[in-house]
């Protein structure tokens, strides 16, 4: 459904993707892990074009494009294939949490008001926020937001969830919550890939594992062949700092 | 001269005088400002996102207005607009008399000049505030730039903005009384010109005082309301 080939993006003198290519097929639960600053946040971001590759090509469903040269018309289909679940939730300040669901079917999809409503208050009762339709950001909890967050991108019944860290800025006592709502919606069989630091939700719930570092992917695989049976010594050097004792029995 | 040291009758006829002028200080102030806004808002944009030669052009463009003294804009532009005209009018073979031009027409150009060069500061620092992220989730849910700045950006810079365009408006108000210089007929060049009769400059003078002290306290609260209504979702209370 989704396939990225040969990615290329530098910062100045910075290169933070070395060719990264990218596999996705419908249903799919791909988690991508890795150190921070291995590039897992900027090949998600270019994807959705919120960075332009400096080279590579996407392939989407029918849309084929040049991740460098994609013209205006490209990148919002494929935006409008695609949703965003940011690290920083990145809600509409100036919108109630039900404004902020039913925005891109709005004005987006331009999809009458009426059912807009009807569609995001469904999203939000599915993350358990049927009390707070009303609520402004600036009212609700970081688990809250995040959660108004993923119902925005649920709301848009996009062909892909693209989740940047989506706990990495919350409170510990509030994670849960969130990675609940997460399992939930794989369940249902949305298309999601993740980039988490949340190795008990890349084992229980991913059904491929990547494992990036230094802008490129290192070793891939399912969660068995990743957490269990680690070829590269680089993934299971990174498996031991983040897994410390649970990990050291297994090698 | 009068044995009482202020002509009680004169201050309070001339109130009314000076009172008169006020139509034409706003409506300067009005068409002015709606000049200015979508102006200043585009060359903070281009000041934001520096965009090569306007970026640069603005910049000058801000010091200049900001480092000299309005009623010298004034003189300078009053002088310079006619001759302008003069040239494209002889090019073009128009005929018009310049110097029957109403002054109200140079004053909407010099004080949206002047006004627009003011809110590219207040629109860019008010425009700094809104997170990044804020744009980046309207582009993730399909919005386009226009759509994203219409509904989510304005809205939001809007908030911080609106402290410095109430005190930008009513120092436009307060400016349009170097109108005088350009025989606008608004509320300073009326009291004094009824004041040049019995020289009762002092009476003058107060009524003026009083009159822009009325009208800005007016737009400074109509502002308070029109801030609060749109910072609702800052301080919604749950």
Excluded at chain 1, 207 to 234: A, L, Q, W, Y
Aim: charged content about 20%; some cysteine; proline content about 4%.
């Amino acid at each position: 459904m989704l396939e990225i080939k040969n990615i290329h993006k530098s910062f100045g003198k910075n290169e933070i993707l070395k060719g990264v290519d990218l596999k996705i097929d419908k249903g799919d639960v791909v988690v991508i892990l890795g150190p921070s600053g291995s590039g897992k946040t900027t090949l998600l971001r270019c994807i959705n074009f919120l960075e332009r590759a400096d080279q590579g090509t996407a392939s989407f469903g029918e849309i084929n494009v040049d991740l460098k040269g994609a013209s205006k018309k490209d990148v919002l289909s494929i935006r409008k294939k695609t949703a965003f679940v940011f690290q920083n939730y990145n809600l509409f300040n100036n919108k109630t949490a039900l404004e902020n669901v039913a925005e891109g079917l709005i004005i987006g999809r331009k999809m009458p008001k009426q059912q807009a409503y009807e569609i995001s208050k469904s999203a939000l009762d599915k993350v358990g926020l049927s009390e707070k339709y009303d609520s402004y950001p600036s009212q609700l909890s970081g688990g809250q937001q995040q959660r108004v967050g993923i119902a925005r991108a649920v709301a848009l019944n996009p062909d892909i969830i693209l989740f940047d860290e989506p706990t990495s800025a919350l409170d510990p006592e509030l994670v849960g919550e969130v990675l609940q709502v997460m399992k939930d919606i794989a369940k249902e069989g949305t298309t999601m890939l993740v980039v988490t630091h949340e190795m008990g939700f890349a084992k229980d719930v991913a059904n491929k594992v990547i494992f990036m570092d230094g802008g490129v992917i290192v070793e891939e695989g399912s969660p068995h062949d990743i957490f269990v049976t680690p070829k590269e010594e680089r993934t299971r050097r990174f498996l031991r700092r983040v897994l410390p004792g649970e990990y050291e029995f297994e090698i | 001269m009068d044995s009482s040291f202020i002509n009680i009758e004169f201050l309070i006829d001339t109130f009314f005088v000076a009172l008169s002028g006020v139509p034409i200080a706003l409506l300067v102030t009005v068409v002015s400002m709606a000049i200015a806004l979508p102006i200043g808002f585009f060359l903070a944009l281009t000041r934001i996102n520096e965009i090569p030669v306007l970026n640069w052009f603005t910049k000058v463009y801000v010091s200049f207005v900001r480092g000299t003294p309005v009623i010298i804009q004034i003189f300078v532009l009053y002088s310079v607009i006619p001759l302008i005209l003069t040239g494209i009018f002889e090019k073009y073979k128009i005929d018009y008399p310049i110097y029957e031009i109403n002054p109200l027409w140079y004053a909407f150009v010099i004080f949206s000049f002047n006004t627009a060069a003011i809110l590219v500061e207040v629109f860019r620092s008010a425009l700094k505030t809104v997170n990044q992220g804020q744009l980046e989730a309207a582009y993730s849910v399909g919005l386009t730039t226009a759509q994203s700045y219409r509904r989510i950006i304005i809205p939001q810079m809007l908030v911080t903005a609106m402290p410095n365009l109430c005190t930008a408006t009513i120092n436009l108000i307060k400016a349009t009384s170097l109108g005088y210089a350009i025989s606008l007929q608004e509320i300073t060049l009326k009291a004094k010109v009824a004041a040049n009769v019995g020289y009762n400059y002092l009476e003058a003078y107060i009524d003026i005082f009083i009159v822009y002290m009325i009208l800005c306290m007016i737009v400074e609260y109509l502002f308070k309301l029109f801030e609060k209504r749109l910072s609702r979702y800052k301080y919604a209370t749950a």
